[in-house]
Each structure stands twice: as structure tokens, then as C-alpha cells.
């Protein structure tokens, strides 16, 4: 089916979802020094305390809006490189140089942080909502039977809708990853929607088919199988890929996993620099071989090589469709993620309402 709307197509959207935790870097790249990082079209400033703790404040100093990254560490506290003004963790002001008296609008805005999955996790909204538990579960994560990668990224230039749409579309690999992931169903296999409270999943079983290149080494059975392709993003923009192979004949929605089943959770987490570009996040998660280290090359391999093609695809559309002269037609494949979009949006204008209220 093919429609000819071109409505929540584009990379239009205003406003982001900030009362949501978004990865602001690798763990390790933020240390001891003053690191300006962008994120939802704002500029932070991160470092760690002495005792090793993040901290972000809003890279702009209230007298001449001098970044503070621009500045230097004192002990805890950031130092403007102009005249001085100096901050503590909270973003207050400890130290006014060329005066006596410090207002108390000398201050800068602090953001609560996380680390967690060697990944440094950044609330931009309202600090009262900030909700630990709100922050991605993953299991299995310090189970020794499975294995997850150390972090890695990239940044796309592209509005981050683009990656979600892609990271809700399965069928996608049969034309852009087509040495990796595409195989016998992935053209074509019938496509299933669900929603849930905190976001989208579509998702398919491709019965009796050949196991893709990228996968076949990998699975712990020979011949045929049975494979799942379950998409989710959860809102505002974190990506849960997984997929499941079985031995054919025993797939399907009551599958089961015993000592063949091969599973992969790939983790995407896209955190929007500004509506252009997108620092693109992830993990890759399996139940198998844990500590063989070129199993785990391999896949850093693939997963790289991969998000590479899909980065240069959607690079190419976010250009492509900015410099629109006719309408966009939406396909049946786009389901989701246009019903993904629409939620999403819905989200937003809440947030922005009870923000105007209050
Ligand atoms: S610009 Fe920061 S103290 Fe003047
Ligand atoms: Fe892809």
C-alpha cells in the first residue's frame, strides 16, 4: 500500500522531549578536563570532581557568556577564563574576583548525570522529574553467560527522526545492509506493530530461511533457521534491536531459548546535537561465547560497518527531503514510524504545555 500524505514526514519537529535521560558521551572521554558537549541544540559544559563524580553545567558564563569550557578547573569548581567568576557543582557562584558582593543571578544551570553502562547519562529537563528509574534497564548486563560490548559512536548528520524511523524498520536491511543482515524475507515477510506505554515495537518471524552472512558464523546450529527481527524505540529515542535465530520448526511468538538459540540485543541510543545532527550511541549484547574476544571483534566489526551504510543513507535523505519540491509518499512499511513520531510529538506537546502552566 502506498499513501500520499506527507504528513510526520521530515525532520520538522521543533521542540525535543526533555524530561528523558539521553547519553551525552563514553564514560571515559569525560574526565578531568572541561569537555563542551552540544546536545538538544544546548551547549554543556562536563568534567569530573575530584572524587571522580560528573557533573554538567550550561556552557555559558551569566556575565559575558564565555563557554566555561573555555575556562579552567579549580579544585570542584569551574573557573571562567574571562574575569574569573567561579562555579561550584551546582552551578552557583563561589567567587566574584573583580568585586566583593556576588548577585545571586550569578549562576549557571546544573544538570543531574549518570553514569551508567559506561555511558555518561545527561537529564535535560526539569531537575525535580529526574527519575533514575526512568533510565534504560538492560539485562543480563553483568550476567557472565552474556557478553555486551564497551560503548561506541558516531555522529550523523542528520536529524535524529530519521535514524528512529530506521531503527522501526526491518525490511531496510535488505537493501542497505545486504552483505550483513539481509537474507531470504527480509524483502518482503509481513510486518507486526505493537505499542506499549513507553514506546513502539514492529517486529517479524521469517520462517525456514537461510541465516544472513553476518550471522552465520555465529549461530551454534547448521542449516535452516527460524529468525526474529524485533524493532523497538522507546521515546524519546532509545532503540532496542533484537534478534533471535532459531533451529527452523522451532521459532515463533512461543519460542523458547535453549543451548541453540542465538540472541543479539543491539542497543542504539540517539541523542539529537540540534535538528541537524546526531550523536548515535551502542552496545551489542549475546548469549553466546562471552569471553571469546574475535567473536566480540567481529561484531564491533559488523555493527560499525553497518551503521556506516545506514549512516550514509540517512545523511542523504535528511538532505534529500530538506530539499523537497514535491510531495513525500509514506509506504505500509512506515507504520511505525510514523506512528512512532506522532506519539512522540504528543509527548513533547505536553511537556511544553505543563511547562507554560507551571
Ligand atoms: S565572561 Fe565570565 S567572568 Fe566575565
Ligand atoms: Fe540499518
Known sequence: MVTTT?????????????????VAALSDSVQRELTAIRLLSTNLVFYRTQGGTPVALEDACPHRKLPLSKGRLRGDNVECGYHGLTFDTSGGCVRAPTQERISPTACVRHYPTIDRYGLLWVWMGDIGSADETKLLAIDHYDDPAWHITSGA??????????????LLDPSHVAWVHQTSFAADGTE????????HDDGLVVARWIYDCEPPPFYQPLLKFSGKCDRLQHYEVRFPSVAVNMSVYCPAGTGGPEWQRTEQTYEMISYNLLTPIDQNSTRYFWM??????????NVTKQILEGARTAFLEDKEILEAVHIGVAGQSSRHINLAIDAGAIRFRHLLQQLIERERQSASDS
Do not use: H, I, K
Request: hydrophobic residues 30%; negative net charge.
Open 284 to 293: 551489542q549484547q549475546r548469549n553466546t561465547d562471552p569471553d571469546d574476544e
Open 6 to 22: 506527507d504528513q510526520s514526514v521530515g525532520a520538522n519537529s521543533s521542540e525535543f522531549l526533555q524530561n528523558a535521560w539521553y
Open 188 to 195: 518482503d515477510a509481513p510486518l507486526e506493530m505493537q505499542e
Open 153 to 166: 559512536s558516531m555522529v550523523c548528520q542528520c536529524n535524529y527522526l530519521y535514524l528512529a524511523d530506521n
